[in-house]
Every structure is written in C-alpha cells, then in structure tokens.
C-alpha cells in the first residue's frame, strides 16, 4: 500500500546546527503535508504545513520544502535548541478525513 | 488558546472490559478523529467523523470500536472488549479544514 515514510530514524546535532529531517511519500494524490513535533508523553503538536502545489514554506525558524518530481518532503530547523529535541512526524492529506503519518524521526540537540 | 481535551490520562482495565475515553474538541471544529499510538510506534489513524457519521475508518477500527458525539462538545471512543494489544495511547483530534490539533492523549493499558 502507499505509505509515508522517513529516512533517518534518529539525527544528533550539537545546539546551534540547523536540522533537517526527511521524509518520502509514496502516494501521488496527497495534497497537503504537514509536520508535527511529538515530546515524550505528549500528542503531536503541529508545526507548519504546506499544500501541494507550492515548493516551499517558511515559518518561525522552520521552513518546510516539497519536491513533488521525488515526492520528498523535508523539515529544516534554524539554529537547533535543547527544547526542539522530539519526535518529529511528516503526515500527508490526500482530503479532509485521513492523515497518514510516517514513522518518525528523533531529533536529539546536544547543548 | 483553544486546546482539546481529552479524559483520562491514563486508564488502566482488564482484558474483556469496556472502555470509553472522552475527548472535548476544539469548540468550533467541524472534523474530528481518533489516532492511537503503540508505544514506540507511528501514530496510526483509526477514525475520522464529520456532520454526525463516521467519514473514513481505518482497518484497525472493527467492530470493538465504536465513536459517538453524545452532545454538542464530547467526542468518545468506545472500545467494547478490550484485548492486550489494544494497550497504546489514544490521541482525540479536531480540525476547522486541513490542519489537525491533537489532545494530549489518553494511555490506555490493558491487564
């Protein structure tokens, strides 16, 4: 079946780096894509979308990139800090009712 | 700023019993869903509900699983007779278009 996936489980970078944090999907019709960060014990906590027929978006330190000829998604993060250290989970909306989540990646900043 | 809800945080029941957790969403949201977590797993969707009516459910969501919206700020999940493997962390979400908010979560444990 299609599916959403992620190609590194975990990525270590010292405060201050920038992160990024990939993401593959498989499904074709998925029209919107949205990240969402996940602290231990929490519920996913979202972060910044983008809908399909745009490349990139920016937000507050964070800036999310599609490239639909591949059909990978990327999450950046500027000058990565302690307190952005999660889990973090791309997910695709092919329409209103289903969102389908990839499998995560733990994002661990050192100080 | 407007968050949902969800009660309890924790459940904890024995194997065959029924549960219901209970989620308030978003005042002024339209969608709503159920999502559960295995410990140490992706967030797997199970049910979406708009306009009174299920819209979308995924294979997991079979006939143990039921959703009602009893009033007009509840949603529930019913699990009839719960199994071992239905220990995991519930998340209640809530959406006014395409953007998902999700609830802390309920852990529901079965002994």
């Known amino acids: 079946g299609e599916s959403v996936g992620l190609h590194l489980p975990t990525l270590s970078v010292q405060e201050g780096d920038n992160s990024i944090i990939n993401c593959a999907y498989s499904n074709s019709a998925s029209d919107y894509f949205i990240w969402y960060k996940q602290e231990s014990g929490k519920g996913p906590q979202f972060i910044i979308d983008?809908?399909?027929?745009?490349d990139k978006r920016q937000g507050q330190r964070v800036t999310v990139l599609l490239n639909k000829t591949v059909k990978h998604l990327s999450l950046q993060i500027a000058a990565t800090q302690p307190g952005d250290s999660a889990v973090y989970f791309c997910a695709e909306n092919t329409g209103y009712s289903t969102l389908t989540f990839g499998k995560g990646t733990m994002l661990l900043v050192s100080p | 700023e407007p968050e949902v809800t969800q009660t309890p945080s924790h459940q904890v029941t024995q194997m065959g019993q029924e549960v219901i957790l209970r989620c308030v969403p978003i005042s002024n949201h339209l969608y709503f869903y159920w999502y559960r977590q295995i410990l140490g797993q992706k967030v797997e969707f199970l049910v979406s509900f708009y306009n009174n009516e299920i819209s979308e459910k995924s294979e997991i969501f079979d006939d143990q699983f039921s959703v009602e919206r009893p009033d007009g700020s509840n949603f529930t999940l019913k699990i009839r007779s719960t199994k071992l493997e239905d220990s995991a962390m519930y998340f209640c979400?809530?959406?006014?278009?395409?953007?998902?908010?999700f609830g802390q979560g309920t852990r529901l444990t079965v002994v």
């Open positions: 979400a809530s959406s006014g278009g395409l953007e998902a908010f």
């Open positions: 983008i809908r399909s027929n745009m």
